[in-house]
């Protein structure tokens, strides 16, 4: 199906644990975004990448990974899982430029980390 | 660095009337958009409405329309005729023109809609 889709939809894991969230678009877009989303923050940028081979830190990129060997695929990894990661991740994609402004999101993983 | 504030964390509003939903933001920039998002019980990120900066012209998409005042930076939610299927978190978000194309969030408004 086309579209951006993320898995797992839930995860739970044991602190220490480390855990990786897959994202998979079919579009093409060379932008691929991970946020948090988290109560009385809104959504909060991690990681994100504007092509193959190339990422770089938001806001909150402490304590995770990411990396992009094709355009289709962003996985985000969490090295060594903590209570404070606890959340509900979103992966999201767009193209560059002024053309198409619009974000496409995934459905959004909950992750809980006991 | 852009903020995104939305001062109204809860709104309800009663079903078919109208009901306005606030949003600001903090940039030194010209050139940037500017969204709506909504978010169901579902988690799925949905885009309501957007608004290109250099427009002058407020957007409209049916039953959803905005206020932009660019230099008050305030980007306002009207939402008329409101129906259960409103009920939702709606998120102000706000994106360059130029360079990376992420998006910067407000907290969100939890919108509940009274039969």
């Known amino acids: 199906d086309a579209g951006i889709t993320q898995s797992p939809r839930y995860k739970i894991t044991e602190t220490g644990r480390q855990v990786t969230l897959m994202c998979h678009q079919t579009?093409?877009?060379?932008?691929m975004f991970w946020y948090r989303q988290d109560l009385g923050h809104g959504l909060r940028l991690i990681y994100y990448?504007?092509?193959?081979?190339?990422?770089d830190k938001g806001e909150v990129p402490d304590g995770y990974v990411v990396s992009r060997s094709k355009t289709e695929n962003f996985p985000l990894t969490l090295e060594s899982a903590t209570r404070s990661q606890t959340s509900v991740y979103f992966c999201?994609?767009?193209?560059?430029?002024?053309?198409?402004?619009?974000?496409?999101f995934g459905q959004g993983t909950r992750l809980t980390v006991v | 660095a852009q903020t995104v504030t939305q001062s109204q964390p809860e709104m309800s509003v009663q079903e078919a009337e109208t009901v306005t939903l606030s949003c600001t933001y903090d940039?030194?920039?010209?050139?940037?958009?500017l969204f709506w998002y909504k978010q169901p019980p579902s988690r799925q990120m949905i885009l309501v409405i957007r608004?290109?900066?250099?427009?002058?012209q407020n957007a409209t998409e049916n039953r959803f329309s905005v206020n932009f005042q660019k230099a008050a930076k305030s980007f306002s939610l009207k939402i008329s005729d409101s129906q259960l299927g409103d009920a939702a978190m709606y998120f102000c978000?706000?994106?360059?023109?130029?360079?990376?194309?992420?998006?910067?969030f407000g907290t969100g408004t939890r919108l509940t809609v009274i039969p």
């Open positions: 999201a994609s767009s193209v560059p430029g002024a053309l198409n402004t619009e974000a496409f």
């Open positions: 579009w093409s877009h060379s932008y």
């Open positions: 990448s504007a092509a193959a081979d190339i990422t």
């Open positions: 940039t030194s920039e010209s050139d940037y958009y």
């Open positions: 608004q290109e900066a250099y427009k002058q």
């Open positions: 978000a706000y994106r360059r023109g130029t360079g990376a194309n992420n998006l910067f």
